[in-house]
Nanobody, 122 residues
Framework: QVQLVESGGGLVQPGGSLRLSCEASGSIFSINDMGWYRQAPGKERELVAVIISSDGSTMYADSVKGRFTISRDNAKNTVYLQMNNLKPEDTAAYYC???????????????WGQGTQVTVSS
């Protein structure tokens, strides 16, 4: 099995910063990509940022470009999301997602973390 465990959420004032972490563990052979999604109450889950393992390329939602930075420590199977200049509209549950090839398998499967709450409010 594969587990994704997020940490780093919390309450922050507008303009503040938070850093989320997500560590993948279990029967992992390789990870193709890791990313962050978020879901606000009453809204659909949306992609925030993703990083490709092979070349480190990244992609961001337009709403977070220039404010959020995704990075990864391949040796630790951990992905980070540095969030700066946070706005009230960034309030949501943030979920880690990874495309993992498990040991003795050939194709990747997607796994989700349990989510961590980020609340931006004064």
């Amino acid at each position: 099995q594969v587990q994704l465990v997020e940490s780093g959420g919390g309450l922050v004032q507008p303009g503040g910063s938070l850093r989320l972490s997500c560590e993948a563990s279990g029967s992992i052979f390789s990870i193709n990509d890791m990313g962050w999604y978020r879901q606000a109450p009453g809204k659909e889950r949306e992609l925030v940022a993703v990083i490709i393992s092979s070349d480190g390329s990244t992609m961001y939602a337009d709403s977070v470009k220039g404010r959020f930075t995704i990075s990864r420590d391949n040796a630790k199977n951990t992905v980070y999301l540095q969030m700066n200049n946070l706005k009230p509209e960034d309030t949501a549950a943030y979920y880690c997602n990874a495309a993992v090839v498990r040991t003795f398998e050939r194709v990747p499967y997607r796994y989700w973390g349990q989510g961590t709450q980020v609340t931006v409010s004064s």
